[in-house]
Structures are given as C-alpha cells and as structure tokens.
Nanobody, 124 residues
Framework: QEQLVESGGGLVQAGGSLRLSCVAS????????MGWFRQAPGQEGEFVAS????????YYADSVKGRFTISRDTTKNALYLQMNGLKAKDTAVYYC?????????????????WGQGTQVTVSS
C-alpha cells in the first residue's frame, strides 16, 4: 500500500527555519509529481509548492516564493520542503502529496495520495 509519511514539523520563532521531509513507501512515486499543501485552523487547505517527477520544474504559492524551497531525492523516495523566514501566518498542518500528473500539478484534486500531516507552529 502506498504511503507518505511526513516529519520535521515543530515550533519555531518567527524568522526561523524548518525542513520538512516526506518519505514514500514505494518507488512508484518517483514518476509522479509531488507537492506540499497546508491547512491552518479554521481555514481551507492551500497549495504550497510542487515539483515535477523529473525534479526540474517547481511551482510555488505566491505567499511562500523566495522563502520556501521544494526538492526531492528520487533515490530515497523522499520529498523535502526547506522553509526559511517563517512567519506566524505559516502556522498550519503541512501535508505531503503525490499525483500521477508528471508535471504542473498544483491543485489538490491532481494529487491522489496524501500523508497524515505534520504540524508547523510559528510563534511571533
């Protein structure tokens, strides 16, 4: 069964950094787009970033451009999100996702597989 498991969340002060990781249980995802979404309390989920299966194309929400960097290591079936310059409004549960569209996936319906999420809390 395909699984995605996130880690790396936690509590950090505004301006600090965190690195989220997501490990896939099967190598199938190496040919998929992978991405990160987040959901803050009382708000709808939102796209954060995604990366193509070939690792050469990435997409970012305007709210995180210049601060967050998505990357993946297909040899380890792993996806990462380096988050710098964190702000209180970045506080949310962050979800790793995978979808069979090889590139250009930025909408939640384009991702069929989801992790359980990891909490990121930024104190101001």
């Amino acid at each position: 069964q395909e699984q995605l498991v996130e880690s790396g969340g936690g509590l950090v002060q505004a301006g600090g950094s965190l690195r989220l990781s997501c490990v896939a249980s099967v190598p199938t995802f190496s040919s998929y787009s992978m991405g990160w979404f987040r959901q803050a309390p009382g708000q709808e989920g939102e796209f954060v970033a995604s990366i193509s299966w070939s690792c050469d194309i990435s997409y970012y929400a305007d709210s995180v451009k210049g601060r967050f960097t998505i990357s993946r290591d297909t040899t380890k079936n792993a996806l990462y999100l380096q988050m710098n310059g964190l702000k209180a409004k970045d506080t949310a549960v962050y979800y790793c996702a995978a979808g069979s569209k090889p590139t250009g996936a930025t909408y939640y319906w384009e991702f069929a597989y989801w992790g359980q999420g990891t909490q990121v809390t930024v104190s101001s």
